[in-house]
């Protein structure tokens, strides 16, 4: 990779670009593009540092938003693989220190993956008072053929909010092993979603947790899947609460067709009398009463079962 051409970086940026639909960006919106394990281009703005140094099997990526920072427009992060075979392993840490805010955005694209690994480990901290919003979009090929198996560890501190969303609805998902964990201080909020639409024999393992550590910490893990053909999926969250006045609430919906199987592991623990934590988990098919009325109208039964499944995905 290391001896990539100017021509050939150019080449590939394009192709990541495409491959998610995005082909420019204005000159006030920040962005960084990855491929593989190599930094290939990036614009950044004021408030906002983001720093990389290759390693022997990956890239390490620093980012930090500096103190009091509000940035106006979303961060663009590009993540991805474009020939069908090879290892992206993407280290980073990010730090939104006290009082600061951002959205991130984050596209991780293998549209030819055959046999692809994308491996994230990223630890996040939110400093007092500082809020960050975090959306990662997969978009794979129709066969699958990518594992990916990203790992977060996330710290908010006191009146920090952090919420993160994890989508992969398009194209196959091939292997997920998601394992998302998150401290809570006192009056501090996390908020973490998770879509996913598994086909074929897309394996699927999502871990969400969060540990609500100080008073008056909020938790809300939602969790909606969707299977069809013969894919699988295990999904896990648990909440913790330790802290007096903490609140949770866990939701796990998960449709399952065909040959498709989905297990549901909620888990809800109160170690305070003055916390509270709910928890609510559905498994099965669409909608039967839906599922009339959307034939009723004339759509076909696949017309009407997609639809009703991108409504619980949207």
Do not use: W
């Not at 693989?81 to 991130?104: M, W, Y």
């Not at 540990?211 to 299977?227: E, F, Q, R």
């Not at 330790?242 to 888990?267: S, T």
């Not at 009398?273 to 559905?282: N, P, S």
Request: one cysteine or more; charged letters at 25%; proline letters at 3%.
């Amino acid at each position: 990779m290391s001896d990539l051409t100017s021509a050939d970086k150019e080449k590939l940026l394009a192709e990541l670009l495409e491959s998610i639909n995005q082909h420019s960006f204005a000159p006030d919106v920040a962005h960084v593009e990855i491929h593989g394990n190599q930094v290939l281009n990036k614009n950044l703005v004021e408030g906002l540092l983001v720093e990389s140094e290759t390693i022997e099997d990956g890239v390490k990526v620093h980012i930090r938003v500096k103190r009091g920072v509000t940035l106006k427009n979303p961060v663009n992060f590009c993540f991805g693989l474009i020939p069908d075979n090879g290892v992206q392993r993407i280290i980073t840490d990010t730090v939104i220190e006290e009082g600061a805010s951002a959205k991130f955005i984050a596209n991780c694209t293998f549209p030819n993956a055959v046999n692809v690994q994308h491996l994230m480990n990223a630890t996040i901290e939110i400093q007092k008072g500082a809020t960050l919003s975090y959306f990662e979009r997969h978009t794979h090929g129709p066969e699958g053929g990518v594992t990916i198996v990203p790992v977060t560890r996330v710290r908010v501190h006191e009146d920090g909010r952090f919420s993160t969303e994890f989508e992969l609805i398009k194209g196959a998902a091939g292997g997920i092993e998601l394992d998302y964990a998150a401290e809570v201080d006192a009056n501090a909020t996390v908020d973490m979603k998770t879509r996913v639409f598994g086909r074929s024999a897309d394996r699927v393992h999502i871990k969400e947790a969060a540990h609500l550590a100080g008073p008056g910490s909020t938790g809300v893990l939602t969790s909606h899947i969707a299977l069809k053909n013969t894919a699988s999926a295990t999904i896990e969250n648990e909440l913790v609460a330790d802290a007096p006045y903490a609140r949770g609430h866990v939701d796990c919906k998960e449709i399952v067709q065909d040959d498709a199987k989905a297990r549901a592991i909620p888990i809800v623990q109160v170690n305070n009398h003055l916390a509270h934590v709910t928890h609510e988990a559905a498994i099965g098919s669409v909608d039967s009463k839906q599922l009339e009325t959307l034939l009723s109208r004339g759509l076909t039964e696949d017309q009407a079962t997609d639809m009703i499944i991108q409504g619980l995905l949207s």
